[in-house]
């Protein structure tokens, strides 16, 4: 059974950093492009950041420079560190894994993170 659990998600002040994780069983990071993606409210869910299976990343314009993909296949979880967290960034954000051939697709349940003071 394929599982996708995110943890890490908290109130955060602006200016503030964080670091999202995504338990992953049940597939092999090395055939699977993972992806964060968020949906905050009253809008689209939207990509953040991905990982390709062979290590290519790719950021959405709003996060570039503040946030960083990351993979650790002896634990199969992946990361997303995100700094100078401003309010925008206020979501749920949700983990994603994409078969590299197939297109399979699994989410996780999410993880709420709000910026705020």
């Known amino acids: 059974q394929v599982q996708l659990v995110e943890s890490g998600g908290d109130l955060v002040q602006p200016g503030g950093s964080l670091r999202l994780s995504c338990a992953v069983s049940?597939?092999?990071?090395?055939?699977?492009?993972m992806g964060w993606y968020r949906r905050a409210p009253g809008k689209q869910r939207e990509l953040v950041a991905r990982i390709t299976s062979s290590g290519i990343t790719d950021y959405a314009d709003s996060v570039k420079g503040r946030s960083t993909i990351s993979r650790d296949f002896a634990l199969n979880i992946v990361f997303l560190q995100m700094h100078s967290l401003k309010p925008e960034d206020t979501a749920v954000y949700y983990c994603n894994a994409m078969h590299r051939v197939s297109g399979t697709s699994y989410w996780g349940q999410g993880t709420q993170v709000t910026v705020s003071s």
């Open positions: 049940g597939i092999s990071l090395m055939t699977y492009h």
